[in-house]
């Protein structure tokens, strides 16, 4: 399998804001839906753990301290994630990560991500299909290089082969394993999973003004996005901006009258003129 892993070259300051990326933009986004959290605050506990990991993590090694950092993240601190209390925004806002040691692959990956960058280890995103994986690079004793991936849910080594799995329950029976899916991500696609992640999480709770927040956010970057717009529209809806949402609703079919969503829509968007007519009149 080893043709499938792509070589790459990153130097250290680019590997160092990589690394850092996704911690940034969670304590965006955590601080953007909670106002009852300061990102002073958040440093504080991100602070606190630091200090431990680099107590704990002490190898000769690149290998010796990817294993340490591990154990110290997963067997000693005892983060984790729980198919239970899987979707919740609790398990991405930062503080309460920190606080509870519970998350989801993509906060978890942030946080571990951001321990690399402050110990120098040769740690990566990858936006894996299914959930954020992370690849480690290394030189073992033998002197031969070894790329290892490496699940954040809860520490253990992903092989070839569960990876697989994962790629044919997602994507259909016979879908291969191929370099694309094992890069190392790119910042602007680890953003896009970290807000939609965050933005689905919100909307599923009801949190709609936190939810509108985000998405309002997102569109003064690309403001005639239609999918954004689209997902404005049933947040308004949900909200009883009815014409409003009506407006959002009827661009995004315009825009994307093929689109699965658009057909279903459709079916909503007279309904949903007519209780804006009514909300008028009262």
Not at 146 to 155: T, Y
Request: hydrophobic share 40%.
């Amino acid at each position: 399998m080893d043709e499938i892993i792509q070589p790459f070259s990153l130097t250290k300051k680019q590997r160092d804001n990589l690394q850092r990326f996704l911690y940034r933009e969670l304590l965006r986004l955590t601080t953007m839906t909670d106002d009852s959290i300061s990102e002073p605050q958040i440093f504080g506990l991100m602070s606190a753990l630091v200090k431990k990991a680099k107590y704990a993590v002490n190898g000769e090694t690149d290998e010796q301290r990817i294993n340490q950092l591990v154990q110290f993240l997963y067997q000693e601190q005892g983060f984790a994630c729980h198919h239970e209390e899987y979707f919740y925004t609790e398990n991405l806002s930062l503080h309460k990560v920190l606080r509870r040691k519970r998350g989801m692959p993509v906060s978890l990956g942030a946080v571990m991500l951001y321990l690399a960058a402050v110990l120098d280890l040769p740690l990566y995103p990858v936006n894996f299909p299914t959930q954020l994986v992370i690849r480690a690079e290394f030189i073992d004793e033998n002197g031969r290089k070894v790329v290892r991936f490496i699940n954040p849910w809860d520490g253990s080594d992903l092989s070839f082969d569960k990876m697989q799995k994962w790629l044919e329950g997602e994507m259909g029976y016979g879908t291969e394993l191929h370099r694309e899916y094992l890069r190392i991500a790119e910042q602007d696609e680890l953003l896009e999973r970290l807000e939609t992640v965050f933005k689905m999480a919100l909307t599923r709770e009801g949190k709609y003004p936190e939810a509108l927040r985000l998405i309002e956010y997102r569109l003064t970057f690309t403001p005639e996005d239609p999918y954004e717009i689209r997902d404005r529209g049933m947040v308004l809806a949900s909200m009883d901006c009815y014409q409003a949402a009506y407006d959002d609703l009827s661009y995004f079919i315009d825009q994307c009258p093929d689109d699965p969503s658009a057909m279903m829509l459709k079916l909503e968007i007279s309904s949903l003129e007519k209780q804006s007519k009514a909300s008028v009149f009262h």
